[in-house]
Structures are given as structure tokens and as C-alpha cells.
């Protein structure tokens, strides 16, 4: 089945998909105006309205949306995983680590 | 193209406020009060009544924060008329309420369970109070029309999910420039709900004095999670939010500041304070959907645009809120609670500027009266919160 990811910012690493997707579904990531921008596999099963990643993204690396950091990798994602709380974590608020973590960096 | 907007019809009130309802106030000073107000209320049809648990042994700027919001209630311009009920001993005075609400100049009435004899007695007098004000807003109170630019339109999202911040609030971003562009007010606030997004808005500020308001409110909620040592992300995003696709209080923040538009934050304000200056005003507000709100029509805003992903019932007591959506499961399965399904949006091409242009109108057309589904199914949540310890 094909499925539809919009990828928000030129410069993002994340896509927003459309519809469910299965491990294996070819994904059609569309820009803003809707053209098709790439296309690659699904490597899990992902929800609708759930991220995916555009492409490999290394270990504490920024992962973007919108154009901006909405916060950094956890562990190594490759493209076509799903990118949600078990890889990401947000580096605001964060009383828990009080003070490992700058949040102006 | 916004310029030529038709006038609207609004009640002018005598203090020289437009109002986009006439309601009927009954307001209570404190907890031991919200029974007698709540039976009032209940017997007068069309009436509507702000009750809370506080009102009581409260201090300082955490008393005069309730004494704000209460009196805010009454001053409203879409209120017409208000009964103050208080118990009698209580640091919120029914008396001294009702007097400040009077130099709005519209009729109020105020009673005391103590002095009136007793439960019985209070909803007695309470319902002639309310016979007596609906004789007067009848007669005096009349819709004239006038410039959509006196309306004071409030921002808000609540159980937001990943079409939040694609689609709904962009949309509203579209409308809030619109409104704005005609040199009315539009305030939003959720400062929790900033972080991550803060410095896209620092850099709309009109001056620094906007800008460094907006750091340090942001500042002083990641503060106060250190402090109690734990994660914001326990209610940030929520766990609605998180099953929604949201994985970060940055991606919900970024989302979210979508319903602000383009424009410039020509101003910054407190809690529950009048927004006075036209253009885009910040509202230091918690993120929570209740307590923002009412600090937004507390504020003057005389109807609120209030975007959903989860959806969400929640209405307010005197101002009719507006529940936008483009997720299209929550538009089916809620359509009872969404004014907009946005839906088309994401699945129909419906363009996002086309999209605000149809909130816009719609928003014009609830402001002439047309009920919105939170009031037409009797939502009138009223509350706030607390700023300092239960003594």
C-alpha cells in the first residue's frame, strides 16, 4: 500500500504520515504545495499522524520539524522508522536531569 | 480585502463596550456561596453562573487574583446583568464585588446567606434579583451595528494532536491575521505550551520589553519544573497528545504558536488584565484549557477560537467558544462538539488560507449570535486557578 508523509520544512528529518502505515508500505513524502519530494519503505508499522524519519539520523542528533529542533535522537534511527518518544526526547523542561542538560543549546 | 468587512451587530453597553451576548450573571464571592448561586441560576432561564472553590482564606496577590477574575466576569461586555452571592464572612465581600462591578455602570444586584436567613431564603431573593435584571436587559439592552474591529478574539488548542499544528491552528493563524489586519484585538497565552517556541515568538515582539516578558514567563514554568525536580513531559505533551502523534513539548509548542499567525506581538500582559492595545497580545496563562480561557475572556475576549485534535466538549460561562478540528475521526465522532471540520484540509486540498477565511466568517457570524455547539449543549465551565497555598 502506498502511503503519504508531509514533510513540513525543507529542512526537516521527520515526516508527518497521512494514513497508517505497515512494515513495508512504500512512502510518498509530499512537500507543503504536495509534490512528491522522495519515497522510500516503511521500516514498522507507523500510525497516522505519527513521524517518520527522512533519513538516517545518528545518535543525539536535532530532529526537525517545522524547521526547528523539536528535540534529539535517543538511539540510531534509520529512514523509514518510526520517530516517537522511544527515540526522541525533549530537551525542555526537564527537571529530572536538573541541570545535565542546557536548554539554550 | 479584510477592510471591508460589514459591520456586525453587538449590544453597546453604557460604559461604551460592545458585548456579543447579553447574559444574565450570578456570580458567587465563594465555595460556601455556589449552592445558592448554582439554584439560582438554575431557575432562570437564559442566566448563566461563575462558581468556584475558592474565595476563602486566601492572601495577597493570590486573593486579588480571584477578586480580578470574579470581577472581570462582571464587567464583561457580554454580560448584561449580574446577582453577586456571597456567604457573608468571606474575604471576596459580596458588597465590595458588586460595588466595583457597578462603574461598569450595568444593573447588580448582591446578597449575603448570612444576613438573608439561610439557604432558602437567598435563592428567594437571588431569583427576584434576576426577575428584576432580565425586566431591565429586555428593555435596554438592543444589538446596533458596528465595526467587527471592537471584538477582542481569544486563541486557544486543546487536546491537541499531529493535525493541530499542519492544519488547524495554521488555519487560525490565517483568521488571527485577519482579525488583526482590521485593527482588532487577538490574545492568546498558554505559556507552558510555548517552550520550544519561544524565541520564534521573541523575535515577532514588537519591542524588547514584549520580548523579555514573553523569555521570562517561559522561563520561570521550565523553572518551576526544575525545581520539583521532575519532567515536564509527564503532562507535556499529554499522554492524548503523545497517542496523537506528538512526541515533544517542542513539536507541540511549534504546533501550537501556528494559531498566532505572522504578525507582530505589539503587547504582553498578566493574568486576567484587560488586553487594551489592538493587534496580537500575550497572555502570561497556564497551558491548562480552563484556566487559559478564562484568563483570555477575563482579558475581554469575546469569543474564543479554540483548535482540537482529541477533541474536547469544554465551553465557558459567558463567552461562546469555538471548536475548530482537522482531524476527521474527531469530526465524525464528536461532530456534535465541532463548529469546523477542518478535516478537508488534509484529505481534500482545502487550502489553509481558505480554511481561515471560513473561521473567520463564521466567528463574525457567532458574534451577531449565532450559537455555537458549546453552548447549545449547555457548556458554561467557568475556573481558574490559584497562585498561592490553600490556608
Known sequence: MEVQALQLNSGDNVATLMNDAASGDLITVLDISGSAVSTFSALERIPRGHKVALTFIDIQSSIKKYGERIGRSKTVIRQGQWVHIHNLESLRGRGDLHGQISSGD | MVKSVPEIKMYVRADGSFGIRNHLAVISTVACANHVAESVARQVPGSIVCTHPYGCDQLGADAELTFRILAAAGFHPNVGGVVVVGLGCEEISAQVLADRIRESRKPVFSLEIQKTGGTSRAIAQGIEFCRELNGIMNKYDKR????????????????????????????VGICSDMFVSMGAKVVFGETTELLGAEHILVRRAKN?????????????????????????????????????????????????????????????????YAATTPGLTFMDTPGNDLACTCGLVSGGAHLVLFTTGRGTPMGFAYAPVIKITANKDIAQNMAENIDLDLSPILSEGLSIEDAGKKIFSYALRVAEGELVAAERLGHREFGFHRIGPTL
Request: glycine content about 16%.
Open chain 2, 144 to 171: 446596533i451595528s458596528i465595526s467587527p474591529r471592537h471584538l477582542v478574539v481569544g486563541l486557544e488548542c486543546g487536546g491537541s494532536d499531529y493535525s493541530s499544528g499542519i492544519a488547524a491552528n495554521p488555519a
Open chain 2, 208 to 272: 524588547e520589553q514584549v520580548g523579555d516578558f514573553i523569555k521570562a514567563k517561559v522561563n520561570s514554568v521550565e523553572k518551576a519544573a526544575e525545581r520539583m525536580h521532575v519532567d515536564i513531559r509527564g503532562a507535556q505533551p499529554s499522554p492524548g497528545n503523545i497517542d496523537g502523534g506528538l512526541s515533544t513539548i517542542e513539536e507541540k509548542s511549534l504546533g501550537g504558536i501556528c494559531k498566532t499567525g505572522t504578525g507582530s506581538i505589539t503587547d504582553a500582559i498578566e493574568y486576567g
